[in-house]
């Protein structure tokens, strides 16, 4: 709740995206003016900055006296309310034999926001500066020992925005859903026997947040010298607007292992830039878990989806098991814990932690171990039975899971909310329909679609999931295609690679 109100404040005040969101209460109060901010560039290239609090200020760090910055406060905003409101629905029909079930499902939600009037707190630069000049920070510090060892940057907060009084925030939520089934017995006398149940759940939730409570801040990057001298950039370094940071770490991808090629995703073209076998094969890596292991994990998974503050908190603790030989037994940033993302790490720890030896961090910059191929190709897109040049089985899962959860953190908040609700027919329907969107061809005739796309009929439900990802179903003689839409280029590419996960965890999943 509290993220959605902050990333709308920004979505619709921060139109040139030097402003960053606070997504947890529990940050508000670590970032004070000059608190060090960790900045996290993604591991894969369509990953967007990730900036994490710490509980460390850069006189924590100083040599010395302390800096006493001068700031400056003035009002950002004299009045704050918004209404943001979510609608979700969907339905599946099964006709076998005598018997014929159908099940249908509606949501609707609502988030009401009064923040009051919003106070800008900022530090005057020049002075800052000034004051900094022949500083020296103690490169013993735990912190910056850390640091140092990974491919993250130090920054300062150098601008805050934040409440002046009480505020509330009111969620309410509406679920409502019905099952029938029609049993039909032939026999001379026919007998029609018709059973429905209905369920209706109804959630309010109001939270208040109490005054100075930070909702949105900048950050100026720290360079630190290898005699303890730091300098600080002059400019905000916040994250930037429409996807302009993404999409230009991908135009200046550099390929190491070959997994994702260079290609121009321009508006209008087709899906087939999309296709990326060498992409499916590490996903494909996940159907090597137990199938009762990975429709647990489907399930946890599918529960996480729409909570973006849960998919962000999953990352982060994947990461740390994935690249625990860099981390010690003190970590610069406080352990968050919540029951389902829990559940989800325990569960596939216990599965992958009997695999073989114990792996080496993932590699920097978003590299991945290499996968062997049998004679030079792979039927269906299947991982090779060969050696892993190396590399261990635990750890091409645990990476397999990783670009998962890292991709699925990219998407809208309409696309997780609708995946959330798939069935594992659907999910399997959304497979194959991108498999062949993205494909050599790329129209797929209406007769060649799984049964509930026959007529050429997309749902509205599912059109809509393409449509907030920048895909465009199309038709035309009776064949359906798809175009890249005018937006961002990441979300198509994220899309496919969540699909193509969540297909490999439901792969003969299926209950009878």
Same mark, same amino acid.
């Given at each position: 709740m509290f993220e959605r109100v902050t990333r709308n404040l920004l979505h619709q005040t921060d139109h040139d995206g030097t402003l960053i969101a606070v997504s947890r209460l529990n940050d508000s109060e670590k970032l004070k003016l000059l608190a060090v901010v960790i900045k996290c560039p993604g591991k894969w290239p369509w990953q967007s900055t990730k900036y994490k609090p710490t509980d460390f200020t850069l006189n924590d760090l100083l040599q010395g006296k302390p800096i006493q910055p001068v700031l400056e406060? %003035?009002?950002? #905003? +004299?009045? $704050? %309310?918004a209404t943001q409101n979510g609608n979700i629905a969907g339905s599946g029909e099964v006709d076998m034999g005598g018997v014929s079930m159908k099940a249908e499902g509606r949501g609707t939600s609502n988030i009401l926001s009064s923040l009051g009037t919003l106070l800008k707190e900022s530090v005057i630069m020049s002075h800052f500066l000034k004051d900094s000049k022949d500083r020296k920070v103690d490169l013993q510090h735990n912190l910056i020992r850390q640091i140092q060892r990974k491919n993250q940057v130090f920054t300062l907060v150098k601008q805050r925005i934040f409440t002046s009084c009480d505020c509330t925030i009111n969620f309410s939520e509406l679920k409502e859903g019905s099952c029938s089934a029609l049993v039909k017995l032939f026999c001379p006398a026919k007998v029609h026997l018709k059973e429905g149940v209905s369920l209706k759940n109804t959630t309010d939730v109001a939270i208040e947040i109490p005054p100075h409570t930070v909702v949105?801040?900048? @950050?100026?990057? #720290? &360079? =630190?010298?290898? /005699?303890?001298? $730091?300098? @600080?950039? @002059?400019s905000p370094d916040g994250i930037e607007a429409d996807d302009s940071i993404t999409q230009k770490f991908i135009h200046n991808w550099t390929e190491l292992d070959g997994l994702w090629a260079q290609t121009q995703i321009s508006e209008g073209s087709s899906l087939s830039a999309l296709n990326n076998e060498s992409e499916k094969e590490i996903l494909y890596e996940l159907t090597r878990l137990p199938s009762e292991t990975r429709f647990s994990l489907l399930n946890l998974f599918q529960e996480i989806l729409p909570d973006q503050t849960l998919l962000s908190t999953l990352e982060d603790k994947l990461e740390k098991i994935c690249d625990e030989s860099v981390y010690d037994s003190h970590t610069y940033l406080p352990e968050t814990s919540n029951e389902l993302t829990d559940k989800f790490l325990d569960l596939l720890q216990s599965? &992958? /932690?009997n695999m073989d030896s114990l792996p080496t961090a993932l590699r920097p910059n978003g590299s991945l171990p290499a996968i062997s191929k049998q004679n030079g190709s792979q039927s269906e897109g299947k991982a090779s039975n060969t050696s892993h040049n190396g590399s261990s089985q635990r750890q091409l899962i645990l990476t397999a899971m990783y670009i998962l959860i890292s991709a699925a953190e990219e998407l809208t908040d309409d696309g997780l909310a609708f995946l959330k609700t798939c069935?594992?027919? &659907? =999910? +399997?329907v959304l497979s194959y329909l991108l498999t062949q969107l993205t494909g050599v061809s790329q129209r797929v005739p209406f007769s060649e679609l799984p049964f509930p796309l026959r007529d050429g009929e997309v749902p509205q439900e599912m059109k809509l999931l393409f449509t907030s990802s920048n895909i465009i179903l199309k038709r035309d003689n009776k064949e359906l295609y798809a175009e890249i839409g005018k937006g961002s280029k990441v979300l198509p590419r994220v899309l496919c690679i969540v699909i193509h996960g969540l297909a490999c965890l439901n792969e003969s999943c299926e209950t009878d």
């Amino acid at each position: 709740m509290f993220e959605r109100v902050t990333r709308n404040l920004l979505h619709q005040t921060d139109h040139d995206g030097t402003l960053i969101a606070v997504s947890r209460l529990n940050d508000s109060e670590k970032l004070k003016l000059l608190a060090v901010v960790i900045k996290c560039p993604g591991k894969w290239p369509w990953q967007s900055t990730k900036y994490k609090p710490t509980d460390f200020t850069l006189n924590d760090l100083l040599q010395g006296k302390p800096i006493q910055p001068v700031l400056e406060e %003035k009002v950002f #905003l +004299n009045k $704050y %309310k918004a209404t943001q409101n979510g609608n979700i629905a969907g339905s599946g029909e099964v006709d076998m034999g005598g018997v014929s079930m159908k099940a249908e499902g509606r949501g609707t939600s609502n988030i009401l926001s009064s923040l009051g009037t919003l106070l800008k707190e900022s530090v005057i630069m020049s002075h800052f500066l000034k004051d900094s000049k022949d500083r020296k920070v103690d490169l013993q510090h735990n912190l910056i020992r850390q640091i140092q060892r990974k491919n993250q940057v130090f920054t300062l907060v150098k601008q805050r925005i934040f409440t002046s009084c009480d505020c509330t925030i009111n969620f309410s939520e509406l679920k409502e859903g019905s099952c029938s089934a029609l049993v039909k017995l032939f026999c001379p006398a026919k007998v029609h026997l018709k059973e429905g149940v209905s369920l209706k759940n109804t959630t309010d939730v109001a939270i208040e947040i109490p005054p100075h409570t930070v909702v949105a801040y900048s @950050v100026s990057e #720290l &360079t =630190i010298d290898s /005699d303890g001298h $730091y300098e @600080v950039g @002059v400019s905000p370094d916040g994250i930037e607007a429409d996807d302009s940071i993404t999409q230009k770490f991908i135009h200046n991808w550099t390929e190491l292992d070959g997994l994702w090629a260079q290609t121009q995703i321009s508006e209008g073209s087709s899906l087939s830039a999309l296709n990326n076998e060498s992409e499916k094969e590490i996903l494909y890596e996940l159907t090597r878990l137990p199938s009762e292991t990975r429709f647990s994990l489907l399930n946890l998974f599918q529960e996480i989806l729409p909570d973006q503050t849960l998919l962000s908190t999953l990352e982060d603790k994947l990461e740390k098991i994935c690249d625990e030989s860099v981390y010690d037994s003190h970590t610069y940033l406080p352990e968050t814990s919540n029951e389902l993302t829990d559940k989800f790490l325990d569960l596939l720890q216990s599965e &992958t /932690d009997n695999m073989d030896s114990l792996p080496t961090a993932l590699r920097p910059n978003g590299s991945l171990p290499a996968i062997s191929k049998q004679n030079g190709s792979q039927s269906e897109g299947k991982a090779s039975n060969t050696s892993h040049n190396g590399s261990s089985q635990r750890q091409l899962i645990l990476t397999a899971m990783y670009i998962l959860i890292s991709a699925a953190e990219e998407l809208t908040d309409d696309g997780l909310a609708f995946l959330k609700t798939c069935s594992s027919e &659907t =999910i +399997n329907v959304l497979s194959y329909l991108l498999t062949q969107l993205t494909g050599v061809s790329q129209r797929v005739p209406f007769s060649e679609l799984p049964f509930p796309l026959r007529d050429g009929e997309v749902p509205q439900e599912m059109k809509l999931l393409f449509t907030s990802s920048n895909i465009i179903l199309k038709r035309d003689n009776k064949e359906l295609y798809a175009e890249i839409g005018k937006g961002s280029k990441v979300l198509p590419r994220v899309l496919c690679i969540v699909i193509h996960g969540l297909a490999c965890l439901n792969e003969s999943c299926e209950t009878d």
